[in-house]
C-alpha cells in the first residue's frame, strides 16, 4: 500500500478539554474560537436556493453564464477590478478551503517545488503543498527565499489569524517578484468586506497588478459575507489561462458546484445590502469584545478587518485559553496558526448577540 504523505495533526483536537472546560460553566459556553457564522441566511439566498431545487442533470463545472456574470460585476464592483483589463477566468469552487487545500495539485506543483505561504496562517495553506509532494516555506519576505524554485506564493489579506492588511504596494511587489520567476500568486480574500481600521485591496485592483492579470489568482468565499458557509459556495478568479486549466482538471476529477447552490451564490453575488447588514452585525459585537477585553487586561494587535480580534496578555497562549475557560468563554491559541502565535489567542466575533453580551458580562 502507498505510504501517505505525512501530515501535522489536526490541530483542533487539542482544543476539546479546554472546550469541556468552557462549557461545565453555569451560564454554558461562550465559543469564539471557530469562524462558523451564526446569523441567518439571507432570503434573497434561501428564496434563490428553493427556486433551483428541481436540478435532475449534472451541473456545470465552470458554472452557469449568470453565475459567472455575477461574479464579474461583483469582482468589478467590490474589487477593484477594472473593465479595461479584460474579464478575469472566473471558477466556483465547494468553498474556499478545497481550493487552498488543493491549488498546488491542481496546478501542477510537487516535488521539488516550494509553496510560500505567510508565517501566521490558516493551516491548510501548508497541508495543501504537502498533499501536493511540494515543499511548505512559512516566509512574510519573499525576497528572503534566495534561489529556490517557487511554484505557488499564498498571501492572505486581511489575514486569519490576526486581521493584519496588506497595503497595495506590498502586495504589488509581491506580484512582481512572482512573475519574474514564473511563480502563481493566490491571494486568500475571504475576508475582503470586513475592513475596520484599514481598507483591503484585492490582488485584482490594477493598483496591485499593474492591469493584468498575468500569473495572479483571487480566491474569494461566500461563507463570511452572506453566511453560506453551508451552502460551500466559493470562486477563483484571476488569469484566464491558468482558471482554464483549473477547469480541465476539475472536469476530470468531478469537482462540480450543486446547480441549486450556484443558482444561491449568483443571488448572494448580485445583492450587497445583506452583506451591509452583516457589517453592522460584527462591527456592534467587535467593539463591545475589544472594549471587554482590554477592560481584562488585553492588548489587542493588528485586528485592522476580518473577524477576529488577536489579543494577548503577554503570557503563553495556552495560558490564556486557561484562564479564559474558566470563564466559559472558549478561544483559539494563536500556536495553531505558527510559532508567531505562541503568546496570542483569536477571539472570533462569530457568536449570537446573546453570547457575546454573556462574554462581555465574564470578563468585566
Not at 449534472?58 to 461574479?71: E, F, H, I, M, V
Not at 471558477?91 to 498546488?104: D, F, M, N, Q, R
Amino acid at each position: 500500500m502507498p505510504q501517505r504523505r505525512r501530515l501535522p495533526d489536526f490541530p483542533w483536537d487539542a482544543l476539546v478539554p479546554y472546550r469541556e472546560r468552557a462549557a461545565a460553566h453555569p451560564g454554558g459556553v461562550v465559543d469564539l474560537s471557530v469562524g462558523t457564522p451564526v446569523d441567518p441566511t439571507p432570503d434573497v439566498v434561501q428564496q434563490a436556493l428553493r427556486s433551483a431545487a428541481d436540478a435532475p442533470g449534472y451541473p456545470a463545472t465552470a458554472g452557469t453564464s449568470q453565475l459567472r456574470a455575477a461574479a464579474v460585476e461583483w469582482l468589478r464592483r467590490r474589487c477593484g477590478l477594472r473593465a479595461s483589463g479584460g474579464d478575469p477566468g472566473v471558477l466556483p469552487t465547494i468553498g474556499s478551503k478545497e481550493l487552498v487545500a488543493w491549488l498546488p495539485t491542481l496546478l501542477g506543483v510537487g516535488a521539488g517545488d516550494v509553496v510560500v505561504h505567510p508565517e501566521l496562517a490558516y493551516p491548510s495553506y501548508d497541508v495543501g503543498a504537502r498533499l501536493a509532494g511540494a515543499e511548505p516555506v512559512a516566509a512574510d519576505a519573499v525576497v528572503a527565499l534566495g534561489p529556490r524554485r517557487v511554484g505557488l506564493v499564498w498571501v492572505n489579506s486581511p489575514a486569519n489569524p490576526h486581521g493584519r492588511v496588506l497595503p497595495a504596494e506590498h502586495l504589488a511587489k509581491v506580484v512582481a517578484w512572482a512573475r519574474e520567476r514564473g511563480a502563481v500568486v493566490a491571494s486568500d480574500e475571504c475576508y475582503l468586506e470586513f475592513g475596520w481600521d484599514a481598507r483591503p485591496v484585492s490582488v485584482l485592483d490594477s493598483d496591485v497588478n499593474g492591469g493584468s492579470l498575468e500569473g495572479i489568482l483571487a480566491v474569494q468565499s461566500l461563507s463570511k459575507r452572506s453566511n453560506m458557509a453551508g451552502y460551500r459556495a466559493g470562486l477563483v478568479a484571476g488569469d484566464p489561462a491558468i482558471v482554464r486549466q483549473l477547469l480541465e482538471v476539475r472536469k476530470h476529477a468531478g469537482m462540480m458546484m450543486p446547480a441549486p447552490v450556484q443558482e444561491a451564490m449568483a443571488a448572494a453575488l448580485a445583492d450587497d445590502e445583506h452583506v451591509e447588514v452583516q457589517r453592522e452585525r460584527y462591527r456592534r459585537r467587535r467593539a463591545s469584545l475589544r472594549t471587554a477585553l482590554a477592560g481584562a487586561g488585553f492588548r489587542v494587535d493588528d485586528s485592522e478587518a476580518g473577524l477576529y480580534l488577536w489579543a494577548t496578555r503577554d503570557e503563553g497562549c495556552w495560558d490564556t485559553v486557561d484562564r479564559l475557560a474558566q470563564l466559559g468563554i472558549l478561544v483559539a491559541p494563536g500556536e495553531f496558526y505558527g510559532p508567531l502565535g505562541a503568546r496570542h489567542v483569536r477571539v472570533a466575533l462569530t457568536a449570537v448577540d446573546e453570547r457575546v453580551d454573556a462574554a462581555v458580562k465574564r470578563l468585566a
